[in-house]
T-cell receptor, first 113, second 119 residues
Framework: GEDVEQSLFLSVREGDSSVINCTYTDSSSTYLYWYKQEPGAGLQLLTYIFSNMDMKQDQRLTVLLNKKDKHLSLRIADTQTGDSAIYFCAEIKVGTGANNLFFGTGTRLTVIP | GAVVSQHPSWVICKSGTSVKIECRSLDFQATTMFWYRQFPKQSLMLMATSNEGSKATYEQGVEKDKFLINHASLTLSTLTVTSAHPEDSSFYIC???????????????FGPGTRLTVL
């Protein structure tokens, strides 16, 4: 398909792990990103992964990349209420000139105390 | 880290008026700036890409005469919504990328967004 796809909603209990999934479109994408958007705010880059990597870990965040299936996931360990936000995956599509970012639909994560 | 600001953070205007939104890179020179539009509960839609000193490149379906973009300096880009109508109400977000970011992982730094409401 043409779109970067994500599930729209995810609810987890505080302290549990959250896994947010994304299916991207361009197998030639060089970098894949996860952004966090808190209510009424802009986007904050959480982490990124280069396409020749399968996994990247950064403190509570683990990114897994399955290039064959064009599947990207973000795992948040020990999820906290402050993690409640919308999470966007994004890819750079090769050949789009300025290497523009293309965003997924966003997953709204709700952390239940 | 690199900081991008937007002004105003929110604006309410009457239908038919024009509104200008500013996007500034505060601590780096932004060779490329991007303007996005975000509808409620939806993803970001790229509107246009602007390089300093040249005309903006608009995405398909975005009216360049309605959404005027100027990138006159390496730290400032402006988006002017001309003759605004209620359907232009949205959250507008800019991002910026400088020379340093171009050689690393292509990171774009995002502004906090501007909420436009057209009555």
């Amino acid at each position: 398909g043409e779109d970067v796809e994500q599930s729209l909603f995810l609810s987890v209990r505080e302290g549990d792990s959250s896994v947010i999934n994304c299916t991207y479109t361009d197998s030639s994408s060089t970098y894949l990103y996860w952004y966090k958007q808190e209510p009424g705010a802009g986007l904050q880059l959480l982490t990124y992964i280069f396409s020749n990597m399968d996994m990247k870990q950064d403190q509570r965040l683990t990114v897994l990349l399955n290039k064959k299936d064009k599947h990207l996931s973000l795992r948040i360990a020990d999820t906290q209420t402050g993690d409640s936000a919308i999470y966007f995956c994004a890819e750079i599509k090769v050949g789009t000139g300025a290497n523009n970012l293309f965003f997924g639909t966003g997953t709204r994560l709700t952390v239940i105390p | 880290g690199a900081v991008v600001s937007q002004h105003p953070s929110w604006v309410i205007c009457k239908s038919g008026t024009s509104v200008k939104i500013e996007c500034r890179s505060l601590d780096f020179q932004a060779t490329t700036m991007f303007w996005y539009r975000q509808f409620p509960k939806q993803s970001l839609m790229l509107m246009a890409t602007s390089n300093e000193g040249s005309k903006a490149t608009y995405e398909q379906g975005v009216e360049k005469d309605k959404f005027l973009i100027n990138h006159a300096s390496l730290t400032l880009s402006t988006l002017t919504v001309t003759s605004a109508h209620p359907e232009d109400s949205s959250f507008y977000i800019c991002s910026a990328r400088g020379l340093a970011q171009k050689s690393s992982y292509n990171e774009q730094f995002f502004g906090p967004g501007t909420r436009l409401t057209v009555l």
